[in-house]
């Protein structure tokens, strides 16, 4: 086939020049027209290469069913209940497997249902290969062709796709994402009960994926949601709790009578500090000034006793700076030796990155 396409290739090029006589640009036209021809031809190679191993697949799937059932019906004196949990094992799922078009957000569901229905069934790799690629679509499918289809690379797909799709950290910053992007759409006690009911459900799956949420920073951003006078109500329940009646009377007394030298209060207001404070310019001074204000407020959080060490506070740190400065800094994080994560660690990527700009600009 590859001879032909050649030979045709240059029947195209005799008559491009028969045709185009004059034309200065006749060997640039014609290596455009010939780059784009080689371009589909490619494609539709790929795309025939893939056809035919998915008919092989099948083919394979077919065969095997078809013993199956040669077998059952010519060994009916055999256990019977054996017999029945090989055919039931290849059995057409009852619950249909969604396509996956790499949302992150429905990885769990979609691996949920392959594994129960292909992965764990008694299927060829090659066969479970074929039929991973039939439920997925877009950049899942894209990133599959950097694979060989062949046994041996199954589970080197599956690995790929689950360190990509079911990472934990990524669906934390999603539902963090959500957290703050949720709101009372009108002050209605329906509407406040609607949004405790939203909120509870993203504060579960955050513990869940092994996210910390008790934390000042996490108790700010839920009260803030809700109207001023039900914030008062919970903050009052909270002090006059019934734990230890003494302590909490105390506790109500300093609330009341001092109220900015309570650690709680001045926490929210540090929380409120790293909120507002922004970069006014993009230049590297700037970022640098922005990097010691959030340094000095992280410290102050952390001498009251607030736990920093968290999703939600890194993400906050990161959407500060440019995406050029988040990316490097990632990007550090990633590649750093094996050592606890924490956001003293952080910064200290922040220090590194912004400092080795500074040189670039001298």
Sequence with gaps: ????????????????????????????????????AEEAIGNTFEYLVLLHARIHGFKAHAE??????KHSTTNSS???????????????PTIPIPTFNGDNWDWDNFWELF??????????ELQKFNYLLNFLKGEPLQ???KFQLTRQNYLKAIEFLTNKYGNSEELIRHLLRKMDKISLHSSSIHQQRR??????????????KGENVDNQSMYQKVLSKFPVG??????????????EPRQNYLKAIEFLTNKYGNPEELIRQLLRKMDKISLHSSSIHEQRR???????????????GENVDNQSMYQKVLSKFPFGIQRKVIHKKITSPDEPFTMKQFLKYFKVVITSEEQVCR
């Design 115 to 124: 594994n129960l229905n292909v992965h764990s069934q008694n299927l060829s």
């Design 290 to 304: 922005l990097l010691e204000d959030i340094e000095a407020i992280i410290g102050q959080l952390v001498q009251k």
């Design 143 to 145: 990133s599959m062709k």
């Design 230 to 243: 039900i914030q008062r109500k919970v903050i009052h329940k909270k002090i006059t709790s019934p734990d």
């Design 195 to 208: 949004l405790l009911e939203d909120i509870e459900a993203i504060i579960g799956q955050l513990v869940q």
């Design 1 to 36: 086939m590859t001879t032909r396409i050649q030979h045709a290739l240059g029947e195209l090029a005799t008559m491009f020049e028969k045709s185009h006589p004059t034309s200065p640009n006749t060997e640039e036209e014609f290596a455009q027209y010939s780059t784009t």
């Design 78 to 92: 055999k256990d019977e209940s054996t017999v029945t949990a090989v055919v039931k094992n290849l059995e057409l």
């Design 64 to 69: 095997l069913l078809n013993t199956s059932y």
